[in-house]
């Protein structure tokens, strides 16, 4: 088996701090942690998931958004609903 290189320009803030989370999850270095994370990627045994904190409204806000919400389950508040893509450029692009 011949080996390669992988050269990943990062900053030295960012390399830090991978190394650190790295060590604490252990592994002997971020080198190991790359190669491990790459063979599962290969054996497409990776699964990648993007997700972000969850926004916490403030009491006033919430409140706020609630009652929009009931209005407009309730149709207190005017709302349009469209059939086709087209439908609701014609409304957008209207002079109403």
Known sequence: MSNTILQ?????DLRDQAASAAS???FS???ETVRVFLSQLAS???RINFETNTVRLSAKNEKRYS???EDIESGKAKTKTFTTVEALM???NSED
């Open 44 to 46: 497409k045994e990776v």
């Open 8 to 12: 990943v320009p990062m900053s030295k």
């Open 24 to 26: 604490k999850m252990g």
């Open 67 to 69: 009652k929009m919400i």
């Open 29 to 31: 270095s971020l080198q």
């Open 90 to 92: 014609q409304d957008l």
